[in-house]
T-cell receptor, first 115, second 112 residues
């Protein structure tokens, strides 16, 4: 499976500010996904990012709050804008990989705390 | 959209015994069902998956069963060991719409 890295691994931010999270993959992938995992909760898909097109957002998530870039087949960024304490979560990127379709592998995550 | 329910939310098992976690899904078009293991502070790790063209898949001590008619699938861990302690998530997706919908998770504790 692909090797996936994320930066930063963790951050503590003040409310009202923005943070950009980077996801880097060691091989070219068509689809990249961004998930949120609130403390003690399951994973919720924020958006799907395909290279060369606008990200597709899930219900409850909007581009103004979570802008995404996908400049090439190995890299994506997620920005959490105008943060509030409710945005404190782990943010994970994932990519398709493996031997066949649908298999997804996760990056190590970014632990965000908003004060 | 897809809805995945997972039970139980917590499970404690004596070391050496078996553990079973169950999930149900709502979208009859779903055809891919992975299971992830997440240890504390770590990323979710894919441990086994099953597609709708098979009813059962096994990998050493781990097995997954799928009942398409009833729209439920289960994870079976035999001869449990302390390192099996983690949170387990089931998920579902369908070809052509690869996004995963996750269950709520099961915290499995293996009692030595």
């Amino acid at each position: 499976s692909a090797v996936i890295s994320q930066k930063p691994s963790r951050d503590i931010c003040q409310r009202g500010t923005s943070l950009t999270i980077q996801c880097q993959v060691d091989s070219q992938v068509t689809m990249m996904f961004w998930y949120r995992q609130q403390p003690g909760q399951s994973l919720t898909l924020i958006a799907t990012a395909n290279q060369g097109s606008e990200a597709t957002y899930e219900s409850g998530f909007v581009i103004d709050k979570f802008p995404i870039s996908r400049p090439n087949l190995t890299f994506s960024t997620l920005t959490v804008s105008n943060m509030s304490p409710e945005d404190s979560s782990i943010y994970l990127c994932s990519v398709e990989g493996g031997d066949s379709y649908n298999e997804q592998f996760f990056g190590p995550g970014t632990r965000l705390t908003v004060l | 959209g897809e809805n995945v329910e997972q039970h139980p939310s917590t499970l404690s098992v004596q070391e050496g015994d078996s553990a079973v976690i169950k999930c149900t899904y709502s979208d009859s078009a779903s055809n891919y069902f992975p299971w992830y293991k997440q240890e504390l502070g770590k990323r979710p790790q894919l441990i086994i998956d099953i597609r709708s063209n098979v009813g059962e898949k096994k990998d050493q001590r781990i097995a997954v069963t799928l009942n398409k008619t009833a729209k439920h699938f289960s994870l079976h861990i035999t001869e449990t060991q302390p390192e099996d302690s983690a949170v387990y998530f089931c998920a579902a997706s369908r070809k052509g719409n690869e996004k995963l919908t996750f269950g709520t998770g099961t915290r499995l504790t293996i009692i030595p």
